[in-house]
């Protein structure tokens, strides 16, 4: 368990060197004895945290020559977008393009779930509205929210749509939280999640896709609008 511990803090150090820059793309990385010396772990943790940062798509490993920093940003996985968020080292364009794409997910799911919903999957989303309808926090309405796009997608019927959908969880918390910061938004936001669990029963696929891209291109004008505070 240590080990593992000291790799997961070795890839975290490293990939905040790749995503703000420091190693740069194309560059060689230091060798296995230099990063004794730098991060102060064993070789074997080094190996290990390579081998994580490989598979993450943030190195390249030529086999008995070199090791150098991948072009990460088109060949690694989620786990850079949640690094550049973590770090702030994303752009508005970078922060436009995660909520094009998950307008397009989850307008998707919405229609799906009108087609696919089972009645629990009705009687989860019932009691999640009723939930919400009594929270004042921002922090909790976070939370609400966030479940509620799970709850959508999980009723979709696609368990990809869903493993996607949980997996950006992580980074929506960084810009749902300010979003709900920005003034009166709930009443906004209670309205649509009404009308769009009310197409779902209905089984009205493009009610519930159009209720579904109105909700999420309302919160994606204003968190582009505070994107500045956010960077």
Not at 29 to 39: A, D, G, K, N, W
Not at 69 to 81: C, I, Q
Not at 148 to 169: D, P, R
Not at 194 to 209: C, F, H, R, V, Y
Request: contains cysteine; charged residues 25%; glycine residues 4%.
């Amino acid at each position: 368990m240590m080990t593992k511990n000291l790799t997961d803090k070795l890839v975290a150090q490293i990939e905040q060197k790749i995503v703000k820059g420091e190693w740069e793309v194309g560059e060689k990385i230091p060798t296995h004895r230099e990063m004794v010396s730098l991060f102060g772990v064993s070789r074997s943790v080094i190996n290990a945290a390579i081998k994580d940062l490989d598979s993450m798509g943030y190195l390249e490993i030529v086999p008995r020559k070199r090791i150098i920093v991948a072009d990460w940003k088109h060949h690694g996985t989620l786990s850079v977008l949640g690094a550049l968020i973590r770090e702030k080292a994303y752009d508005k364009n970078t922060l436009s393009a995660l909520l094009r794409s998950r307008e397009l997910i989850e307008t998707e799911c919405a229609k799906l779930a009108a087609i696919n919903a089972t009645p629990k999957n009705i009687v989860d989303l019932k009691e999640h509205l009723e939930l919400g309808k009594q929270l004042v926090n921002n922090l909790d309405k976070t939370e609400y929210d966030i479940k509620f796009h799970h709850l959508i997608a999980v009723a979709s019927g696609n368990m990809v749509y869903a493993l996607i959908i949980k997996s950006f969880e992580e980074y929506s918390r960084e810009f749902i939280l300010p979003f709900y910061q920005s003034g009166d938004v709930s009443s906004f936001v209670s309205a649509r999640h009404e009308k769009l669990l009310s197409a779902i029963e209905q089984k009205n696929p493009e009610e519930a896709g159009k209720i579904m891209k109105e909700m999420l291109y309302h919160g994606e004008k204003i968190i582009l609008s505070i994107a500045d505070s956010l960077l």
